[in-house]
């Protein structure tokens, strides 16, 4: 009876939880005979490393469990997409709701509802709201007791990480030991977890560095690394050597310090790891600026400081970096430079006090914020003297932004006359299939050229020759090979030049070239109309397949004819349709 509901669930609501997942993402030929262990084993080889891969493993595992109706697979699925996205600061609520949504009435599931829970927390905690985090976690924990071991003892780990988001490094320390003894003792068995027993170990080396006991934390970098080649899971790697970086600075070990982070800079790169690339940052520039090489030190603060920006997020051990660069531009008399970090520093200590829930009490501050206060009014008051450039530029600004909305007014109605054409274009060639449309103003002309035309030549024996082979020509399509001339084909009609520009002029009303362009326009207008596929190509494509050698060309000559661009004429049809 349950599982007959949770299938009724799944119909009524998949357009509200399973719109999540890649739009009309396809499972490769590749992965489609793997198995779910093996789609879980691609993903944790990648996860944290490749986190793009990772995604697309977790996208995989989720389609697979909508094909085969496994609800596990399903929410295995929503689970790991939600923590990729989460590590990469992408919209990941959604698949943890989806998840929380579809588990939340399961009573005799080891893993669920409680990680569904977990996830959300993990994504609170992503973003600083521990306190959100914190009851999530609790859920779960209560959830798990008596039911998941290894849930119930992730969650003293993960509550572990908010204690040390928040500085009480001293109370995170005994959790994260507790979790590692855990994972230790299972690793030796037949259920062993290599990937959360590695984990451990990095949040114990991590622990003891937040709690300067950098030996103690170096000594558990060298286990973590060593247990990563042991089981050929590099999943942490780069993290225990980033670990092992900032313990050396603190150790006074430049030159090791240096190397280890330098060594780390590609990978998290490639992993989007933006956050950890600004503090890998910040302790590059430490450590130039205690070896006394000012011009790279402060070079190494602004990365930092600008990525920090991109990710809005600030660590509170960093903040030295902007009392550096305030009094660097002090020293060499740059005020604007000097104003502006004296206000991102107001803005970083805003992020931290208020967003992030840290205690920043125990941050070491040269600056106060009545001295920062009033040197920025002095800063302000010497530049007040520059103040009537800033009118100069608001003036220029101004007209720049009259000049852009005159332009984007002209580009509006023009769009709009290229979309009435195309209205036009449209209801005209459902009507006459076999006349060339053309707009209003091209169809006049046409009119008033051919009344004025005499047919009194066409019977002239030459003349008709020409006729003739124009009509094969247009038979068979040859108008669209490409570079046609009216030399070339005067050559090919074993004619000369002269006699087939006048013959094309008395028999078609019009010159070579717009001869030619009126009978591509024509053609393809009728295969648009006819051709869902082709609507589905690139402007440059149909250009290449009708003779044009560019897309510029090709739209040129569509204009001239119809009043309108191909782009607005095929959107219209795809409306249509």
């Not at 209003?440 to 019977?459: F, G, I, M, Q």
């Amino acid at each position: 009876m349950y599982k007959i509901s949770l299938f009724i669930f799944f119909l009524l609501f998949q357009s509200m939880c399973f719109c999540q997942s890649i739009k009309n993402f396809h499972i490769p030929d590749s992965l489609r005979t793997k198995t779910a262990e093996q789609l879980e084993k691609e993903y944790s080889k990648v996860f944290r490393i490749d986190n793009d891969k990772a995604e697309f493993y977790a996208n995989t595992i989720l389609k697979k469990g909508k094909q085969e109706k496994n609800n596990k697979l399903i929410y295995d699925g929503y689970y790991k997409i939600a923590h990729v996205k989460g590590l990469e600061g992408q919209k990941a609520h959604p698949y943890a709701d989806s998840l929380l949504a579809i588990t939340k009435d399961l009573s005799n599931d080891k893993d669920y509802p409680a990680k569904a829970y977990i996830i959300k927390g993990i994504l609170y905690n992503y973003e600083f709201k521990y306190k959100n985090a914190l009851d999530h976690y609790i859920i779960a924990q209560n959830l798990s007791r008596n039911r998941n071991t290894d849930q119930f003892y992730y969650i003293k780990k993960l509550v572990g990480i908010l204690k040390t988001a928040t500085e009480e490094n001293e109370e995170a320390l005994p959790l994260f030991l507790e979790y590692y003894k855990y994972q230790k003792q299972k690793v030796e068995t037949k259920d062993k977890d290599v990937k959360s027993y590695i984990g451990s170990i990095f949040s114990v080396a991590n622990a003891y560095s937040k709690n300067k006991q950098y030996q103690e934390s170096k000594r558990y970098n060298k286990i973590g690394m060593e247990e990563c080649k042991k089981y050929n899971d590099y999943t942490h790697y780069i993290y225990f050597v980033m670990s092992e970086g900032i313990a050396d600075y603190y150790l006074k070990n430049y030159t090791a310090a240096a190397t280890h982070l330098l060594k780390i800079e590609k990978e998290l790169i490639k992993n989007k790891d933006f956050s950890n690339l600004s503090v890998a940052y910040y302790f590059l520039g430490k450590i130039n600026k205690d070896s006394k090489k000012e011009k790279q030190a402060i070079e190494y603060f602004i990365k930092s400081d600008s990525l920090s920006f991109a990710s809005n997020d600030f660590i509170p051990i960093t903040r030295d970096r902007y009392e550096v660069l305030i009094d660097y531009y002090k020293k060499n008399g740059d005020k604007e430079n000097q104003l502006k970090y004296i206000d991102k520093l107001f803005y970083a200590d805003s992020i931290v006090n208020n967003s992030k829930q840290y205690l920043s009490k125990e941050i070491y501050r040269k600056y106060d914020t009545p001295i920062l206060m009033e040197e920025k009014e002095q800063l302000i008051k010497d530049l007040d003297n520059r103040n009537y450039l800033l009118y100069c530029f608001l003036g220029i600004g101004a007209i720049i932004i009259f000049l852009l909305g005159y332009i984007y007014r002209k580009n509006k109605i023009r769009i709009k006359e290229y979309q009435r054409q195309a209205d036009l274009l449209l209801e005209k060639s459902k009507e006459q299939k076999e006349t060339v449309p053309v707009s209003e103003n091209k169809r006049a002309e046409e009119h008033v050229v051919k009344e004025e035309k005499s047919k009194k030549l066409l019977s002239d024996h030459q003349l008709q020759d020409i006729k003739l082979k124009l009509e094969a020509f247009e038979n068979n399509k040859d108008f669209l090979r490409k570079n046609i001339t009216v030399d070339s084909l005067a050559k090919d009609l074993e004619t000369n030049r002269d006699h087939l520009s006048k013959s094309v002029n008395e028999l078609k009303g019009k010159n070579f070239s717009q001869y030619l362009n009126e009978i591509r326009i024509q053609y393809i207008i009728q295969e648009l109309n006819t051709n869902e596929r082709l609507r589905k190509h690139t402007i440059a494509s149909i250009a290449d397949d009708i003779g044009y050698n560019n897309s510029e060309s090709f739209s040129n000559a569509f204009r001239k004819i119809t009043g309108t661009l191909p782009s607005y004429y095929i959107k219209l049809l795809q409306e249509q349709s």
